[in-house]
């Protein structure tokens, strides 16, 4: 299992370009989550899917948008990147069924915004 | 809104002290995770308690959860160096929606 696979690793923008950061996982979890670190702070919440076919909104999720495309992939989307986007972009994912509820992590995205 | 607070922000202790992290949280939650990130990594899952009372040990360090208190605390037995890093709670609020608190930098000196 390769488990939560983010891409790409690093990206450069400038201001006003858009782009999509892409996660899979391969666990078969139901509910898939999108945070923003910036450098020092925690994680703060996006987007989350709690299950195929939804998507709520989290704590910060203003120039942002979803996609949950289907079970294992969850992409999140920049229309028009801003400076203050500038942050390290985390996808996890955790299966509700079971004991375990465990929530699993990708490597993470380093975007800048010039 | 479910609003996480974790005590302290940042802890510099010597190695061989024992001390505890506080998540304190605001709305109900029968689960709630810790995790330890390493500068510049991904999160490490370390625990996951399921229900008012569990308690989980790994090493040095033993995770505690109180549903009715809403607060889950991290104790830490006679530290060392390697388990420098931040460290972050998790509680599960509703609609399966996960906040995390803001996180305690542990510094370990030798």
């Known amino acids: 299992n390769a488990g939560v696979t983010q891409t790409p690793k690093f990206q450069v923008l400038k201001t006003g370009q858009s782009m999509t950061l892409q996660c899979a996982q391969d666990m078969n979890h139901n509910s898939m989550y999108w945070y923003r670190q910036d450098p020092g702070m925690g994680l703060r919440l996006i987007y989350y899917?709690?299950?195929?076919?939804?998507?709520d909104k989290g704590e910060v999720p203003n120039g942002y948008n979803v996609s949950r495309l289907n079970k294992r992939e969850f992409s999140l989307r920049l229309e028009s990147a801003a400076p203050s986007q500038t942050s390290v972009y985390f996808c996890a994912s955790v299966s509700w069924e079971g004991s375990s509820n465990e929530q699993y992590f990708g490597p993470g995205t380093r975007l800048t915004v010039t | 809104e479910l609003k996480v607070e974790q005590n302290p922000l940042f802890l510099s202790m010597q190695e061989g002290k024992n001390y505890t992290i506080y998540c304190n949280y605001s709305?109900?939650?029968?689960?709630l995770y810790w995790y330890r990130q390493d500068p510049g990594k991904s999160l490490e899952s370390l625990f996951v308690?399921?229900?008012?009372?569990a308690v989980k040990q790994e090493g040095r360090l033993m995770a505690s959860l109180d549903t009715k208190a809403r607060l889950s605390t991290l104790h830490i037995t006679a530290a060392v160096h390697d388990l420098s890093a931040t460290y972050f709670c998790?509680?599960?609020?509703?609609?399966?929606?996960?906040?995390f608190g803001g996180g305690t930098r542990l510094m370990v000196k030798p």
């Open positions: 709305t109900t939650s029968d689960r």
């Open positions: 899917s709690a299950s195929e076919g939804t998507t």
């Open positions: 308690l399921l229900s008012n009372g």
């Open positions: 998790l509680p599960d609020g509703a609609g399966n929606m996960l906040t």
